[in-house]
């Protein structure tokens, strides 16, 4: 089984993200960047599908092929995954921050080409929050999709799904081939080891550009303004119950 797993390159999740002074966009400039949390989550997973571990029967997975559309630089995040234990990378080069729709559009190129059996991916990426690319992407493919995995059991051509829902826990079924974004539960990511940061050197990681697919990747959208959110002011103590209704009143509040 062939499983394709699209990552992301984003700014790292410890660091506070800065708005240009323009307010055209966020700051990239000499910022710590690092793959996408959740996409980090899929590639775990998609390892642990060929080793074998955790419920996994070992050789689920036989070939592990990490996407990434992005700036040159995003080959890092996709040596990251290699080291983790995917097979080969693809980077298709792309000066700017592409919109879901055009993302989703390039990744069924590759898929066409590809022919995974499963397509798993993070539920969104932390630096648009758009929680779209895997639902569109399975739209165009015309794939069942599960969203949300928070465990993952691929057995008898099917991928069973088990995801949190507001009542609970929901456990979907659906035929592979299929689109399958993850959650945070689903895994703990591991740490690459030297030996396999060493190795992943030497994986392949094929180079394109987004023109090679003639995918239509016209921007929809337009951003107004990028602000940063207004800043909280501080608490006020009452000293009982009746200051803290006067102090109610006083705002508006009853």
């Given at each position: 089984m062939?499983?394709?797993?699209?990552?992301?390159?984003?700014?790292?999740?410890?660091?506070?993200?800065?708005?240009?002074?323009?307010?055209?966009?966020?700051?990239?400039?000499?910022?710590?960047?690092?793959?996408?949390?959740?996409?980090?989550?899929?590639v775990e997973e998609a390892v642990r599908l060929?080793?074998?571990?955790?419920?996994?029967?070992?050789?689920?997975?036989?070939?592990?092929?990490?996407?990434?559309?992005?700036?040159?630089?995003?080959?890092?995040?996709?040596?990251t995954a290699l080291a983790m234990g995917a097979d080969r990378g693809l980077l298709i080069q792309s000066d700017t921050d592409l919109e879901p729709l055009a993302v989703a559009k390039l990744l069924k190129a590759v898929v066409d080409e590809e022919k995974p059996d499963l397509i798993l991916m993070g539920k969104q990426s932390i630096d648009g929050d758009n929680n779209a690319v895997g639902q569109m992407l399975a739209a165009l493919l015309d794939w069942p999709q599960a969203t949300f995995a928070g465990k993952l059991v691929i057995e008898g051509g099917?991928?069973?799904?088990?995801?949190?829902?507001?009542?609970?826990?929901?456990?979907?079924?659906?035929?592979?081939?299929?689109?399958?974004?993850?959650?945070?539960?689903?895994?703990?990511?591991?740490?690459?080891?030297?030996?396999?940061?060493?190795?992943?050197?030497?994986?392949?990681?094929?180079?394109?550009?987004?023109?090679?697919?003639?995918?239509?990747?016209?921007?929809?959208?337009?951003?107004?303004k990028v602000t940063e959110p207004p800043k909280r002011s501080a608490g006020v103590k009452v000293t009982d119950a009746a200051d803290l209704v006067a102090k109610l009143k006083t705002a508006g509040v009853l």
């Amino acid at each position: 089984m062939k499983v394709l797993v699209p990552v992301k390159r984003v700014i790292d999740y410890n660091v506070k993200a800065r708005v240009k002074a323009d307010q055209t966009g966020v700051d990239l400039a000499n910022v710590k960047m690092s793959m996408n949390p959740f996409d980090e989550i899929a590639v775990e997973e998609a390892v642990r599908l060929k080793e074998g571990k955790e419920h996994h029967a070992a050789g689920t997975a036989d070939e592990i092929v990490v996407v990434s559309i992005g700036v040159q630089q995003a080959q890092e995040t996709i040596r990251t995954a290699l080291a983790m234990g995917a097979d080969r990378g693809l980077l298709i080069q792309s000066d700017t921050d592409l919109e879901p729709l055009a993302v989703a559009k390039l990744l069924k190129a590759v898929v066409d080409e590809e022919k995974p059996d499963l397509i798993l991916m993070g539920k969104q990426s932390i630096d648009g929050d758009n929680n779209a690319v895997g639902q569109m992407l399975a739209a165009l493919l015309d794939w069942p999709q599960a969203t949300f995995a928070g465990k993952l059991v691929i057995e008898g051509g099917k991928a069973t799904v088990t995801r949190e829902v507001d009542g609970g826990l929901q456990t979907l079924a659906a035929t592979l081939p299929a689109v399958v974004t993850v959650d945070l539960r689903l895994n703990t990511p591991r740490y690459a080891s030297l030996p396999n940061i060493m190795k992943a050197k030497k994986k392949e990681i094929a180079m394109k550009a987004v023109a090679d697919y003639g995918v239509d990747t016209a921007p929809r959208l337009t951003v107004q303004k990028v602000t940063e959110p207004p800043k909280r002011s501080a608490g006020v103590k009452v000293t009982d119950a009746a200051d803290l209704v006067a102090k109610l009143k006083t705002a508006g509040v009853l």
